[in-house]
């Protein structure tokens, strides 16, 4: 089961944040073909006046990423400012949590389906088994968030598809 875990989280999250990496990638593409297009513009919108931006939606899915990787190990979680301003640094933030996840091997996962996650949501704690935290949080935020960033950069013009978002 250990493997399965490793499989299910993290090459699954591995895969993802390339393929988003891919995705700023054309964005940066996107504004430099367009003059009238400013980064900022793409950088920091919304679906909705009162959703977070594009930058924050990038800053959550790799805090989502880290930290299940170092909660399903008992390892410690890095912290990471959120000072994301220009595509260079969502490209650093995005390397940064790729070269992070790369770093474990399977057998860093042996026994995490059963392993007790305490998470802290603001005042409230949730209790989880290591399996329950995959299927019942870490996916579905990871993916809310990395959904949520597609569906900006496409809202905002970008020709990017399915094939970009699941990638080769």
Request: hydrophobic share 40%; no cysteine.
């Amino acid at each position: 089961m250990s493997n399965l875990v490793y499989e299910l989280a993290i090459e699954t999250m591995l895969r993802s944040l390339r393929n988003l990496d891919a995705i700023v990638t054309k964005a940066e593409e996107y504004v430099a073909s367009d003059k009238n297009l400013q980064a900022e513009t793409l950088l920091q919108a919304r679906l909705y006046p009162n959703m977070r931006p594009f930058i924050f939606q990038i800053q959550v899915a790799t805090d989502t990423a880290k930290g299940a990787a170092a909660r399903l190990t008992g390892r410690e979680i890095p912290s990471w400012p959120d000072e994301e301003k220009t595509f260079a640094d969502v490209h650093a933030r995005l390397h940064k949590a790729i070269d992070y996840l790369a770093s474990f091997v399977p057998a860093d996962f042996e026994g995490a389906e059963k392993r007790e996650i305490k998470l802290r949501l603001g005042p409230h704690s949730i209790d989880f088994s290591g399996s329950g935290y995959i299927s019942g949080f870490v996916l579905p935020n990871f993916f809310f968030h990395v959904t949520t960033a597609y569906g900006i950069l496409r809202h905002n013009g970008l020709a990017i598809g399915k094939t970009d978002f699941l990638g080769g």
